[in-house]
């Protein structure tokens, strides 16, 4: 008889383990609570990999005290353990000290929260909550004892909510609220305009101007709803009238995976796409050139490949400046049917 060996289950992965190093620190902490708890709970209960990162962070908690916070880390003798350049990776971050290749998940002290341009970064609340930042975004995070809120003040972001039927979680973009229990979604904030896309639950969306009724315990945010979604549901508010549409989630999410998805996306509107991730900036001299239409996936921040492609479809000149990569001549197209580009990576 043949012996059948077990299937071997996967290791944590980076982000679970520093996941696990922040509900280390939280939970020996002076700001230990029930919510804390309760929330540790729901993310231990989650995936046996949760467990065990919890048990490896544990053990680096006790071995972190020859850790120096202020500084570089000194110098330590691990004990032959498996996975021990991880569970360095744990030591460093639940004290603080986020190395290059561990992504910095750990509980807020600052309740302001930004990244810079090109830059992505993912944060887990004490409630088990999860924010992942797009780049240059800026937010804030309020709890309260009632209401869980979120202030974004500029650029994207990603909200995984952990659902607390009695506390729910408020994000406010500009004249916009979205409410919400257990869910997950993406709001993104413009100058003029917020866009709101539900990937899993539901969310309300709420005017928060000072005419609208008003939820309790929360001032500026109103009982009347706007929109109400329902998943793969995106809302759009850019003047008197909000715009839905349903496209592809992983078109819109794949920031996460550092890709732009562009759909016959006019020329104007997919370089200011691009440019949010490069401080090398495309630009377009002929106004001829603004509504041409693009299509692909491009890696974000890829400035230089992006502008050859189009030259390319376009039979435009490239032409490299100082932090700018300009995209001139007149455009042409050699599509048979006349809408655009064949897609391109």
Do not use: C
């Amino acid at each position: 008889m043949r012996r059948v060996t077990p299937a071997r289950a996967d290791p944590p992965t980076p982000a679970v383990y520093a996941e696990a190093a922040a509900w280390v620190a939280r939970l020996h902490g002076s700001g230990r609570t029930s919510d804390v708890e309760a929330g540790f709970r729901q993310w231990l209960a989650v995936d046996a990999a949760h467990r065990r990162a919890f048990e490896q962070a544990t053990e680096a908690w006790e071995l972190a005290a020859s850790v120096s916070v202020a500084g570089t880390p000194r110098m330590t003798r691990w004990p032959e353990k498996r996975d021990r350049p991880l569970v360095w990776g744990i030591a460093a971050v639940a004290v603080g000290i986020a190395p290059a290749g561990i992504s910095t998940l750990y509980w807020i002290h600052d309740p302001t929260l930004s990244t810079g341009v090109g830059e992505q970064r993912m944060v887990t609340l004490e409630d088990g909550s999860r924010i992942t930042l797009n780049t240059s975004t800026r937010l804030s995070v309020q709890y309260e004892p009632r209401v869980r809120y979120v202030r974004l003040l500029e650029g994207e972001a990603l909200f995984d909510v952990a659902k607390m039927p009695d506390r729910p979680f408020i994000v406010t973009a500009g004249d916009r609220d979205i409410r919400a229990l257990g869910t997950s979604f993406d709001v993104r904030r413009e100058e003029n305009r917020v866009v709101v896309m539900l990937l899993e639950g539901n969310v309300t969306v709420l005017s928060n101007q000072p005419s609208g009724m008003r939820l309790p315990g929360s001032p500026n945010a109103p009982a009347a709803p706007v929109e109400t979604l329902t998943p793969g549901d995106r809302v759009t508010f850019a003047g008197a009238t909000p715009t839905r549409d349903r496209p592809p989630v992983e078109d819109v999410t794949a920031w996460r995976n550092g890709e732009v998805v562009l759909d016959k996306t006019r020329l104007v509107d997919a370089v200011t796409e691009m440019n949010r991730y490069s401080t090398t900036k495309v630009m377009i001299d002929r106004p001829e050139a603004a509504n041409v239409r693009v299509s692909g996936i491009f890696r974000a921040g890829d400035s230089v490949r992006f502008a050859h492609a189009v030259a390319e479809t376009y039979h435009l000149e490239v032409v490299p400046r100082s932090h700018q990569i300009l995209l001139t001549g007149a455009p042409a197209t050699n599509s048979p049917s006349g809408g655009g580009p064949e897609p391109f990576r």
